[in-house]
């Protein structure tokens, strides 16, 4: 991509990325939620890809992934099996926005997954001695 593309795309990346986030937890009150949420982001994802190419999204998003990943399995287990104990029913508001979050990660990285593999983007790096076409 032209310089002017890669350097709209990083200043409007991070803006993208925080409406896809506000959608995400304002779906309980507004139109929105995790689905729509979802979608933007990874719409965003899929612009900085396409404007800077694979490799550069790994630089960016490779360790925080991992981390971000691993908070969100913590979160949600601890989350499932604390509000049980201290009396919240699943359907409160507070659980809803929650929900909205687990689905919004759910679909964007659903969505995001998506696009690299249909776009033939390699997905995991070839082990030495492994051949073009396995």
């Not at 139109?31 to 404007?51: D, K, Q, S, Y």
């Not at 691993?70 to 929900?99: E, N, Q, R, Y």
């Amino acid at each position: 991509m032209t310089p002017i593309v890669r350097t709209i795309t990083d200043l409007l990346i991070g803006f993208i990325l925080l409406f896809g986030f506000y959608i995400v937890l304002s779906g309980h009150l507004s139109p929105g939620g995790g689905f729509a949420g979802g979608v933007t982001c990874a719409a965003g994802l899929i612009l900085m890809t396409m404007a800077s190419g694979v490799e550069a999204l790994r630089e960016r998003l490779s360790r925080n992934l991992k981390l971000a990943a691993a908070g969100l399995v913590a979160c949600t287990l601890l989350v499932f099996l604390a509000m049980p104990l201290i009396g919240l029913p699943l359907s409160d508001a507070g659980s809803v926005t929650f929900l909205d979050v687990v689905i919004g990660l759910s679909v964007g990285a659903g969505l995001f997954g998506a696009f690299l593999m249909l776009a033939g983007f390699p997905v995991r790096r070839k082990a030495e001695g492994e051949k073009e076409g396995q």
